[in-house]
């Protein structure tokens, strides 16, 4: 399970994120949130792929994801002599504008080194060795030696490869089996959709949660979840949420504060964001992450409570790291509650 990430970059980005179900990243105009939102992004979206032709989203920058283990892990990959007491792995990805480095590493230990650049693809430590292609983010090319080259040194280090290779397919299983979603920064979609479908990101815009919500509302497993979120919708005047069929188009239907049912009418800004939030957040499973750049989109104090109260009943096994422009909204929340935590750029 993934437990922090970390980001350094030379434009000024810098921020270490000890994974909560809700982490709010803060900080002045300019100061690079939106940036760290979409690093992570960029990072998460490309992981088992060749990145040279793409690297420049990244910038001179470092990015750490700490990962924890346990025993089972440690002995598949006995070459490397872990200890029982390292019960974490640090993944680290730096880029200098020019070439790629890929560190797997304990806290005191270094157990893999890969690099890249237009001259070379190579394997340099524990052994130094080609690689067919170190430009590959955690991919199961990135330790595979090409044929016919340093035979005799593979041969004589072939278990300390084997372990190498072990290592770097459970980094990579373990960032592509928690899924990273992207929303923002706006969240611009209509009450209706055309069609019904399975749904598991709803695009940055929201795109997909009327389709997404539906198929919520149809799924019994989904009860407690869509129980929370009609509760929150009351509170904010919004009563017997439901999506169904009407003139041949997926609708959303509500009744409004004067008791007035609506269907298909135009959503107020701050209920397309707490829908697509919410909704993205239900289609997650356990350890999977939420990226959202501008959370704070049209929420006055009254939205944002119940916003934050709605995440934090349903981001319990599960992760949420927001971009917050208003930092007057992030000290309404009470920060002694284990679930939020705050990061400042």
Same mark, same amino acid.
């Given at each position: 399970?993934?437990?922090?990430?970390?980001?350094?970059?030379?434009?000024?980005?810098?921020?270490?994120? #000890? *994974?909560?179900?809700?982490?709010?990243?803060?900080?002045?105009?300019?100061?690079?949130?939106?940036?760290?939102?979409?690093? *992570?992004?960029?990072?998460?979206?490309?992981?088992?792929?060749?990145?040279?032709?793409?690297? #420049?989203?990244?910038?001179?920058?470092?990015?750490?994801?700490?990962?924890?283990?346990?025993?089972?892990?440690?002995?598949?990959?006995?070459?490397?002599?872990?200890?029982?007491?390292?019960?974490?792995?640090?993944?680290?990805?730096?880029?200098?504008?020019?070439?790629?480095?890929?560190?797997?590493?304990?806290?005191?230990?270094?157990?893999?080194?890969?690099?890249?650049?237009?001259?070379?693809?190579?394997?340099?430590?524990?052994?130094?060795?080609?690689?067919?292609?170190?430009?590959?983010?955690?991919?199961?090319?990135?330790?595979?030696?090409?044929?016919?080259?340093?035979?005799?040194?593979?041969?004589?280090?072939?278990?300390?490869?084997?372990? &190498?290779?072990?290592?770097?397919?459970?980094?990579?299983?373990?960032?592509?089996?928690?899924?990273?979603?992207?929303?923002?920064?706006?969240?611009?979609?209509?009450?209706?959709?055309?069609?019904?479908?399975?749904?598991?990101?709803?695009?940055?815009?929201?795109?997909?949660?009327?389709?997404?919500?539906?198929?919520?509302?149809?799924?019994?497993?989904?009860? #407690?979840?869509?129980?929370?979120?009609?509760?929150?919708?009351?509170?904010?005047?919004?009563?017997?949420?439901?999506?169904?069929?009407?003139?041949?188009?997926?609708?959303?239907?509500?009744?409004?504060?004067?008791?007035?049912?609506?269907?298909?009418?135009?959503?107020?800004?701050?209920?397309?964001?707490?829908?697509?939030?919410?909704?993205?957040?239900?289609?997650?499973?356990?350890?999977?992450?939420?990226?959202?750049?501008?959370?704070?989109?049209?929420?006055?104090?009254?939205?944002?409570?119940?916003?934050?109260?709605?995440?934090?009943?349903?981001?319990?096994?599960?992760?949420?790291?927001?971009?917050?422009?208003?930092?007057?909204?992030?000290?309404?929340?009470?920060?002694?509650?284990?679930?939020? &935590?705050?990061?400042?750029?």
């Amino acid at each position: 399970m993934i437990v922090s990430l970390s980001v350094e970059e030379e434009n000024g980005v810098s921020a270490t994120i #000890n *994974l909560m179900p809700v982490t709010l990243i803060t900080g002045t105009p300019g100061s690079g949130k939106s940036r760290l939102i979409n690093i *992570l992004w960029s990072t998460f979206s490309n992981i088992g792929g060749n990145v040279k032709a793409k690297i #420049n989203w990244l910038g001179r920058v470092s990015i750490m994801i700490r990962a924890g283990i346990n025993n089972e892990i440690a002995g598949k990959i006995t070459g490397l002599e872990l200890k029982d007491t390292e019960a974490h792995l640090e993944y680290i990805i730096e880029h200098n504008g020019r070439s790629l480095r890929q560190i797997i590493k304990t806290r005191d230990k270094t157990l893999l080194v890969t690099e890249a650049d237009d001259s070379r693809s190579m394997i340099t430590h524990p052994i130094e060795a080609p690689v067919t292609d170190a430009w590959n983010l955690a991919g199961e090319d990135t330790l595979r030696v090409p044929e016919g080259e340093a035979s005799v040194l593979i041969s004589s280090n072939e278990e300390v490869l084997e372990s &190498s290779r072990a290592l770097m397919n459970l980094i990579r299983s373990e960032l592509l089996n928690h899924k990273v979603h992207m929303l923002g920064p706006y969240f611009e979609y209509e009450s209706k959709d055309q069609s019904l479908s399975h749904v598991e990101s709803l695009g940055k815009n929201g795109e997909g949660a009327i389709r997404a919500l539906a198929e919520i509302f149809m799924n019994p497993k989904f009860d #407690n979840d869509v129980g929370l979120l009609r509760k929150a919708m009351a509170k904010l005047g919004y009563r017997s949420l439901r999506v169904g069929l009407f003139n041949g188009s997926l609708t959303l239907g509500f009744r409004d504060s004067k008791g007035i049912y609506r269907i298909g009418a135009q959503l107020p800004c701050h209920l397309r964001t707490i829908l697509a939030v919410s909704t993205q957040v239900i289609l997650m499973n356990r350890g999977d992450i939420l990226l959202v750049d501008n959370l704070d989109y049209c929420m006055s104090n009254e939205t944002w409570d119940v916003l934050m109260g709605l995440l934090a009943d349903l981001a319990r096994d599960k992760y949420i790291i927001a971009e917050v422009h208003n930092y007057e909204l992030v000290r309404r929340i009470n920060l002694s509650n284990a679930v939020y &935590s705050v990061v400042s750029t």
